[in-house]
């Protein structure tokens, strides 16, 4: 009951993607390549 109460405090609703993990059709179109290129440049 105890995880269950804070489960449905920290999950958002079904219309709503959690702020760390936004949905995938949330995501600009070449954001992923960008973001893979970012970490190419960073990585030794």
Do not use: E, K, N
């Not at 009951?1 to 709503?16: C, E, I, N, V, Y």
């Amino acid at each position: 009951a105890t995880s269950a109460g804070a489960a449905s405090r920290w999950t958002p609703g079904p219309d709503l993607a959690p702020p760390d993990l936004p949905a995938p059709t949330a995501i600009p179109p070449g954001a992923q390549d960008a973001v893979r290129a970012y970490f190419d440049r960073s990585s030794p």
